[in-house]
């Protein structure tokens, strides 16, 4: 379910100099209000909570996930260029695998190692925040590449539509409605940050249980179906 020159590709599209660049604002920008926050307030737990959940896991994660699944797979369909890799004698669902695994390493290298980081920087793991947050950040970045990368397979405006989920229904009416947070990755994910760190610092609409069920769901669901999408396109074009 693997295979090493699509993964090639991939790296390539999705590390180019304009993606790469954006990526490394995110973390970038994380890193250094974390240092900041340190030098002026000194180790906080609360302050460490609250920057981790509303910057790295509301912000940061999603977006990252955007980029990195929309562009393993976007570009390529956008500019026609995906003929020739179906062209070669690879199965379509391994090439939908190998661009996921190629998704999440760009999302969890880009959010969740920058989380743990900024987690040892704020309060040096006390209360387990750090490692709480790097948890929820590790599976929400397999969750997001899943489902942007079905995005990126099925719509010209995969990215668009990836912000409008990340900062519109995730952000907003996240915020607001309460049904929506029960189909919020981000609401799953601190789901298990909350196992670790405890109710008193991080807050989840989502039971551990069920949390752990959508993000399954979601991942698998989104990864078959990716696939098939992808072998009715080969088949599209060789009609």
């Known amino acids: ?65 955007v980029i990195a699944g929309t562009g393993s797979i976007g570009p390529e369909i956008d500019d026609g260029s995906i003929v ?32 743990l980081i900024a987690g040892f920087i704020l309060n ?13 950040a590790l599976f929400g970045s397999i969750a997001y590449s899943a489902m942007f990368l079905l995005l990126g397979t099925v719509s010209r405006h995969a990215v668009i539509i990836g912000l409008i989920y990340a900062l519109v229904w995730e952000g907003i009416f996240g915020s607001l409605v309460s049904g929506a947070r029960t189909l919020s990755v981000q609401q799953w994910s601190l789901a298990l940050a909350e196992k670790i760190a405890g ?26 179906y990716a696939g098939q999408k992808l072998r009715v396109l080969k088949l599209a074009g060789e009609e």
């Open 199 to 224: 109710e008193g610092f991080v807050g989840s609409a989502v039971g551990l249980p069920l949390a752990v069920v959508l993000l399954s769901v979601v991942t698998v669901g989104a990864t078959w």
């Open 1 to 65: 379910m693997y295979h090493p020159t699509v993964a090639k590709l991939t790296y390539r599209a999705v590390l180019g100099r304009r993606r790469a660049a954006i990526l490394f604002i995110l973390p970038g920008l994380l890193l250094l209000i974390s240092i900041a926050v340190r030098a002026f307030q000194g180790a906080d737990d609360q302050v460490a909570n609250d920057l981790l959940a509303g910057f790295a896991i509301a912000t940061m994660v999603p977006l990252v996930g």
């Open 84 to 115: 020739y890799l179906l062209a070669k004698p690879v199965k379509r669902h391994t090439i939908i695998c190998t661009k996921l695994i190629v998704a999440i390493a760009v999302t969890m290298a880009f959010s969740a190692i920058p989380t």
């Open 124 to 136: 040096g793991n006390g209360q387990q925040i750090a490692i709480a947050y790097t948890v929820a």
